[in-house]
């Protein structure tokens, strides 16, 4: 069994996972830290990691990122493994995650739905055979009316995956109000809108001549973080220090295997990965997402096509 302290019990994701983790024999939430110490849970409250003398394997946060250095060094000084699932973190908060990494085990990842983690990794193809064919690339993200940062963790993560595919040439164009001129070939434009109570919605666009394409992803519950972080948790439990992402998770209790074959085969066309996507998605116990992948199914075997 699992012990996790989970970082911002209180919140809307933390009592997501506090659900999730009650009916799951193979993880416990033994403690929670909330600066908001009033709510009752299963569990103890804290309200810092300072005052917590709990003992526990693993933490998972979704709390801000004001609240992520204390984290940092808490984790690091007790070498505490640490599912990291806030956003909003700043260039000098990222470095200090690295650092982190060094000294305990550390995932962090901006989404952790199976759906978003396995677009990151057909983006970075589609782009390879899009973007040199001219195509523009936007991103335009959609989120309930309490969420503070923007644009999404999982927009930024989306662009750098096209990027990095692209060879890090494209920079991110995040307001077109204060100049007046046309978009440049290398630029990833990001949009935010706010409102009600959208879970999450992700729309990546390839704008070309006369064609648009878009790959959507659609959240319709928090669950699937919370599922994801929970599973991250299990999986982080008891490693060594280092860098972890969700694609180590997938890949390990093979769910559904995407990422190993993905690794493993260079060639592997992502055609192949439908059916199972499909059928874990119907498995799911949560039927909360619906990854708009059957749109991009049919582009991408017309790609193929155009490609033979
Ligand atoms: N990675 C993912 O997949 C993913 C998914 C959803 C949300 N998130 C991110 O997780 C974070 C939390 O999301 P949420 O919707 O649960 O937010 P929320 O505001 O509902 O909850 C945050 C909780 O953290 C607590 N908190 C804030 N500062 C604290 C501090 N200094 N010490 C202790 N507790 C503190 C708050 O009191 C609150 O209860 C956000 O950054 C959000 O963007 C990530």
């Not at 180590?248 to 074959?261: L, W």
Request: charged share 20%; hydrophobic share 45%.
């Amino acid at each position: 069994m699992v012990r996790a302290i989970m970082h911002g019990c209180n919140g809307a994701m933390g009592q997501v996972i506090s659900g999730i983790a009650a009916k799951d024999e193979e993880i416990s939430i033994v403690a929670g830290i909330d600066m908001r110490t009033e709510q009752k849970n299963d569990y103890p409250v804290f309200a810092s990691l300072n005052e917590c003398k709990v003992e526990a394997d693993v933490v998972i946060d979704f709390s801000n990122a004001a609240a992520v250095d204390e984290l940092l060094d808490w984790c690091a000084e007790k070498k505490m493994p640490v599912v990291l699932c806030t956003t909003g973190l700043s260039e000098v908060q990222l470095a200090k995650v690295e650092e982190t990494a060094e000294k305990t085990a550390v995932l962090r990842s901006a989404n952790m739905s199976l759906g978003i983690n396995m677009l990151l990794k057909l983006l970075k193809e589609a782009a390879q055979i899009l973007a040199p064919a001219g195509f523009d690339i936007e991103i335009l993200e959609k989120h309930h009316n309490q969420k503070v940062d923007a644009p999404s963790g999982t927009a930024i993560a989306l662009a750098d995956s096209i990027n990095e595919a692209m060879g890090n040439t494209y920079h991110y164009k995040y307001d077109r109000s204060a100049t007046r001129e046309k978009r440049d070939a290398k630029e990833i434009g990001i949009q935010a809108i706010r409102g009600g109570t959208i879970v999450g919605e992700h729309d990546v666009i390839f704008a070309g001549q006369d064609e648009v394409i878009t790959f959507n992803h659609t959240a319709y519950s928090k669950a699937i973080f919370a599922k994801g972080a929970v599973q991250a948790a299990k999986f982080l439990a008891g490693k060594p220090e280092g860098w972890y992402d969700m694609a180590d998770v997938i890949g390990e209790n093979g769910t559904p295997t995407v990422s190993k074959f993905i690794h493993s085969q260079p060639g592997f066309s992502f055609l192949e990965l439908f059916p199972p996507l499909c059928l874990w998605m119907k498995a799911s116990e949560n039927q909360f997402v619906k990854a708009s992948v059957s749109f991009f199914y049919i582009l991408c075997k017309k790609m193929t096509s155009c490609a033979v």
